[in-house]
Each structure stands twice: as C-alpha cells, then as structure tokens.
C-alpha cells in the first residue's frame, strides 16, 4: 500500500513540475493553508473523486474537468512552435466529440450506471494523461471515418445545398416584402 502512495507523490510531484501554472495555484493554496503540496493535491482529488462518485452536480464536474483543463492544454499547444502537441489536442477534442453524441444518446442508460460521473472523469483524464485519446482515434474513429469518408463529404455537400437553398428561399420572401430592398437602400445612403 507505501508502495502505491509512494508511486501517486511521485506522479503528483511530476504532474506539477509539467504543468507550472497549476504548481502556482497549488504552491499558494500550500502558503495559505500550511499544508504540504502533495497532500493539498491528494486531498483535493480524494474530496473529487468523492463528489465524482455520490455528490450534487457531478454530471457538471465531469464535464468541466473533461474540458475546461484539455481547451487550456489546447491554448498552449497552439501558442507553441511544435505542432506534435496540436495533433495530439486535435485528436483529444475529435475523440471527445464522439464521446458526446454518443453519451447524448445513450444518456437514459448511462444514468442507471452507479458512479458515472466518476468513471467518465477518469476516462476522460486518462485520454488527457495516457494519449488514450489517441489510441481511441486510431482504433476506432479513424478506421469508421475513412470507411466512411464518400458518405460524410456527400452529405455535407447535401447539407450545404440545403442550407443555400433554404438561405434564397428566405430572401426571396423577404425581398418580396420589400424588407431586403430598404436594407439595401440604407446601406447605399
């Protein structure tokens, strides 16, 4: 049991040194509270996971740990010279966004699931930390997106028919109410 809690301050350890800007936070919450930064950390992930796990707004915590932390990664990776980082990112929101429509839908049964919130957090942080993301994309999106990529593109351009279609359709009605040519009068004064 030494071992594993040995084995989690060393990983939080490294996981403040990779990330600066949450050493700071932490290093302050330390200050203020006299508590050593390792056990601020592995008290607020205890108090987390609980919440995760039986708390009020958990659905709400999930999500904001699933996006909130990856779109500041994301901010990062653009704002750098090496553009590894962002495909990894790009891969993680790609993965993300299936995960989500396929959570919208299956929804009514993912609710039944005893601790949810804390399962889909932890799948979450592991696509972050352990490039699951990128293993997920390669198994499985990438090989049902380029099966399918003749039928998305087609309906795309479907969609943006539509879309135009529906767009002349409007301002035509609209012009014919003399809306659209008083505009256009306005904007020649």
């Known amino acids: 049991m030494a071992a594993h809690i040995d084995r989690a301050r060393k990983g939080i350890e490294e996981f403040l040194i990779k990330y600066p800007a ?76 299936y995960f989500g429509i396929l959570e919208f839908f299956s929804d009514y049964l993912l609710f039944w699931i005893p601790f949810y919130s804390l399962i889909k957090c932890s799948f979450l942080l592991w696509m972050v930390n352990y490039n699951g993301a990128s293993l997920i994309y390669t198994r499985f999106v990438r090989v049902f997106m380029r099966a399918n990529v003749a039928i998305v593109d087609d309906t795309m351009l479907a969609a943006e028919e539509i879309q135009t279609n529906i767009q002349n359709y409007v301002h035509d009605k609209v012009q014919g109410y003399g809306v659209v040519e008083e505009e256009e009068e306005e904007e020649e004064e």
């Open 22 to 97: 949450v050493d700071d936070v932490v290093s302050k919450a330390s200050a203020t509270t006299k508590v050593g930064k390792v056990n601020l950390v592995m008290g607020f992930l205890g108090f987390t996971a609980v919440w995760l796990a039986i708390g009020y707004g958990s659905p709400f915590l999930c999500d904001l740990i699933g996006f909130v932390f990856p779109a500041y990664l994301s901010f990062k990776a653009v704002e750098s010279k090496d553009t590894k980082d962002d495909t990894q990112w790009l891969t993680y929101w790609i993965v993300y966004s």
